[in-house]
């Protein structure tokens, strides 16, 4: 059996300011290259988490209380701070807020470039050629005037579309994106997942979607884990989780999504 990209084996996080409660418990998965994963749950139920533990991110008083992680075969949890530095650079970054992930002061085709840059040490000129390329890569027009845009001159799609070229430039082998299209409107939403997809196929990057929403991850996802106050209590292909529902809270997400498409009528 081929080795999974990323391996993740009851991974538990608690947090130091509540008593050391357990905000994740026992959270295992793993990711094949260019394969994606779905992480999908109720507000609260641990799936930022998981992927903040990932990039050795997590916030203050939240600590990894258990559990494995590996990379490429490397165990890479009790790892110092060096090795997770390292261990991050396989990871592009796809959050909900793009404008709060873009600097506001600086030309969006610099901000790519200086990744571009960092990652592959080619000079300014190399770099911004790459950045130019990478804006046309993620679908936005006119690729070398959108470079010299400030992110206030963007739409919040367009802004999102950088946003995933940044996470590019740095050449991951996986993209975690946490509720990337939430703020964004539908036919927005969905260009954007297309782009993903399209993006994993043609690169062979592995992904991990978090969502609340079923339906944003059924589009994108071969396999699902539905998450529950920091557990995860389903998990399989997208087909069949929502098809056959075992546990009743992915019982309860499925329903609610059916209701939400209509097939109740
Ligand atoms: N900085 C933090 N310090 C302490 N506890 C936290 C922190 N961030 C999140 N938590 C707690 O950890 C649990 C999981 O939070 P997390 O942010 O992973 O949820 P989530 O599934 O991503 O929710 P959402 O869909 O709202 O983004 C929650 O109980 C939350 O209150
Ligand atoms: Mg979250």
Same mark, same amino acid.
Not at 7 to 12: G, K, S, T, Y
Not at 44 to 69: E, N
Not at 127 to 150: C, F, H, W
Not at 165 to 194: R, S, V, Y
């Given at each position: 059996?081929?080795?999974? =990209?990323?391996?993740? @084996?009851? =991974?538990?996080?608690? $947090? ?7 905000? *994740? ?8 290259a ?9 507000s ?21 209380a ?9 165990? *890479?949890?009790?790892?110092g ?6 261990r ?7 959050? &909900? ?6 600097? #506001?002061l ?9 990744? @571009?840059?960092?990652?592959?040490? $080619?000079?300014? #000129? ?10 046309? %890569? ?12 400030y992110? @206030?001159?963007?739409?919040?799609? &367009?802004? %999102?579309?950088?946003? =995933? ?8 082998q ?9 703020? =964004?409107?539908?036919?927005? %939403?969905? %260009? ?20 609340? $929403?079923?339906?944003?991850?059924? &589009? ?10 920091g557990?995860? *209590? ?11 529902p075992? @546990? ?18």
């Amino acid at each position: 059996m081929t080795r999974p =990209l990323l391996d993740i @084996h009851r =991974l538990r996080l608690c $947090d130091q300011k509540a008593d050391n409660a357990l905000r *994740v418990r026992d959270v295992s998965f793993s990711v094949a290259a260019g394969s994606s994963l779905g992480i999908v749950g109720e507000s609260g139920s641990g799936k930022s988490l998981t992927l903040r533990a990932l990039i050795g991110c997590l916030p203050r008083g939240v600590i990894l209380a258990g559990g494995d992680i590996w990379l490429n075969g490397e165990h *890479v949890v009790q790892a110092g701070c060096e090795a997770i530095k390292k261990r991050s650079s396989h990871f592009g970054l796809v959050f &909900q807020n793009p404008a709060g992930a873009l600097d #506001p002061l600086m030309r969006v085709g610099k901000q790519i470039a200086g990744i @571009h840059r960092a990652t592959t040490g $080619d000079g300014w #000129p190399k770099s911004m050629a790459a950045a130019v390329e990478l804006i046309r %890569q993620v679908g936005i027009d006119d690729p070398e005037r959108r470079a010299r845009a400030y992110p @206030h001159q963007l739409s919040g799609g &367009q802004c %999102q579309r950088i946003v =995933l070229a940044i996470a590019l430039a740095k050449k991951p082998q996986i993209l975690l994106c946490d509720e990337p299209t939430t703020a =964004l409107d539908t036919a927005t %939403q969905t %260009q954007i997942i297309e782009l993903i997809n399209t993006i994993r196929q043609q690169q062979n990057i592995a992904v991990i979607f978090v969502s609340h $929403d079923l339906s944003v991850v059924s &589009q994108l996802c071969e396999h699902i884990c539905v998450m529950c106050e920091g557990e995860i *209590v389903e998990s399989g292909r997208t087909e069949t989780v929502i098809n056959h529902p075992r @546990h009743p809270y992915a019982k309860a997400l499925t329903g609610a999504q059916l209701l939400l498409q209509g097939d109740w009528v």
